[in-house]
C-alpha cells in the first residue's frame, strides 16, 4: 500500500511538472516567434510613429537681395531636416533641432525682389553656386574689353555650374520668404543683373563704338550703389558727355586708388581674394603689363569643398552675368591677372 501511494505520488509529480515546462516551452516559444502583438516589456510595437515635419514659422520673412543672414524655420518634427533650399538654391550652415531649423540664406540667384520658396529635406544638400550661375564657357576674347568692339559681338551664354538639387515637391516641409533691396549692394546688383545684357541707352548709352562699355556698366552699378556723379567722374546726356575716369579703365583704377579713402575702398592683390565681396570692383590686366584692359563688378563669392574662394563677376564686354574671374585670366586670357577695389563697408 504504501509503495503504491508512493509510485502515484510520483506520478502525479512528474505529470505537474511536465505540464509545467510545456507552458513554459509554449510561452518561450511564442515569445521567440514575436507576433508583434507583445507588450512594452516583451519587445513589443509600443513606440509611436515618428511626427510628421511642420514648418509653423519662419524668421526674419524678409531678407536682402545678397543673402548672407540666418534664417530660423519654428515647427515640430524638424530634427531629421539635414538640407534646406531657397528658390532652388542650396543654403548653407543647415542646422536642426526638434522645433526649429537654423540655415544662411544665399543670395537671390538673380537679384530680382520677390517671394522665394524654401524647403526643408532629410538629405544633406551640397551647398553650391545659384542655378543662374555661369561662366561665359567659350574661352573667346572677343568683346572683352578689347578696341572696336561692339555691344552684339559676344554676349556670355549662362552656363550652369551648380549641382542638382531637388525640387520643392520631395520636401518634408516647405514655407517662403521674400526677397527684397534692402541695402545698398542689393541695388547695386539689383541694377547689375537688369542690365547686364539689355543697356541702359537712355541714360548712359554705349561706349562699345569707342573701345568698350565694361567701365561705363561699372560705373552705372557704382551710382545704383549710391554713389553721384561729379566733376571728375560723370557721364551725361546718354553717354554724349562723359569722363574718362567713368568710361576708361587705365584712368578709373588710378582715380579710385586716389580717391580710396573717400570712397571706402582698399585696393587689394589677387591672392586677398578671402577679402572681396559682393559689390566689389575687379580689374583685370590680360598681358600683365601693368594697365587694366577690363573691369567687372563681383556677383557672388563662394568657397568650393577644396577650400578654394571661387570669384564671379557681371559685365559687359563680354556681357554676362556670373562670369569666372579664373577662367578669364587662365582659358580666356593665359597669362592675365587681376586686382580688387573692395568696399571696406
Known amino acids: 500500500m504504501t509503495a503504491s501511494l508512493t509510485r502515484r505520488s510520483l506520478l502525479s509529480l512528474a505529470g505537474v511538472t511536465g505540464i509545467g515546462l510545456a507552458v513554459a516551452a509554449c510561452s518561450s516559444g511564442d515569445d521567440g516567434k514575436g507576433t508583434g502583438k507583445g507588450s512594452a516589456a516583451d519587445g513589443g510595437s509600443s513606440a509611436t510613429p515618428t511626427a510628421k ?3 509653423k ?3 526674419p520673412a524678409r531678407v536682402p537681395l ?3 543672414v540666418t534664417i530660423t524655420v519654428a515647427g515640430s518634427g524638424l530634427a531629421a531636416v539635414k538640407g534646406v533650399t531657397v528658390g532652388g538654391v542650396a543654403a ?5 533641432s526638434a522645433t ?7 543670395h537671390q540667384a538673380m537679384y530680382t525682389a520677390g517671394s522665394a520658396d524654401v524647403a526643408l529635406f532629410t538629405a544633406a544638400i551640397a551647398a553650391s553656386p545659384s542655378a543662374n550661375q555661369s561662366s561665359d564657357g567659350n574661352g573667346s576674347a572677343a568683346n572683352d574689353g578689347q578696341s572696336g568692339t561692339t555691344q552684339d559681338g559676344a554676349t556670355a551664354t549662362p552656363t550652369p555650374t551648380a549641382a542638382p538639387v531637388p525640387s520643392a515637391s520631395e520636401a518634408v516641409a ?3 520668404l521674400a526677397y527684397a533691396a534692402l541695402t545698398d549692394v542689393d541695388r547695386q546688383l539689383q541694377y547689375a543683373m537688369a542690365h547686364w545684357k539689355d543697356y541702359n541707352l537712355a541714360e548712359y548709352g554705349t561706349m562699345n563704338p569707342i573701345g568698350g562699355d565694361c567701365a561705363n556698366y561699372v560705373s552705372q552699378t557704382l551710382i545704383a550703389r549710391g554713389w553721384e556723379q561729379r566733376s571728375d567722374w560723370y557721364n551725361r546726356s546718354a553717354g554724349a558727355e562723359h569722363s574718362a575716369t567713368w568710361t576708361y579703365c587705365p584712368t578709373m583704377d588710378p582715380w579710385l586708388t586716389a580717391n580710396a579713402a573717400e570712397f571706402g575702398l582698399t585696393r587689394r ?5 578671402d577679402k572681396v ?7 583685370y590686366d590680360w598681358n600683365d603689363n601693368d594697365s587694366p584692359d577690363h573691369t567687372t563688378i563681383v556677383s557672388e563669392v563662394f568657397t568650393e569643398p577644396d577650400g578654394t574662394i571661387r570669384i564671379k563677376s557681371a559685365s559687359h564686354n563680354q556681357d554676362g552675368p556670373y562670369r569666372d574671374l579664373d577662367e578669364m585670366i587662365t582659358v580666356q586670357h593665359p597669362g592675365g591677372t587681376a586686382w580688387f577695389h573692395t568696399f571696406d563697408a
Do not use: C
Open 53 to 55: 515635419p511642420v514648418a
Open 57 to 59: 514659422s519662419l524668421s
Open 66 to 68: 545678397a543673402g548672407g
Open 92 to 96: 548653407r550652415d543647415v542646422k536642426a
Open 100 to 106: 526649429k531649423v537654423t540655415f544662411t540664406a544665399p
Open 174 to 176: 516647405t514655407t517662403t
Open 269 to 273: 592683390s589677387l591672392d586677398e581674394r
Open 277 to 283: 565681396k559682393v559689390g566689389d570692383i575687379v580689374f
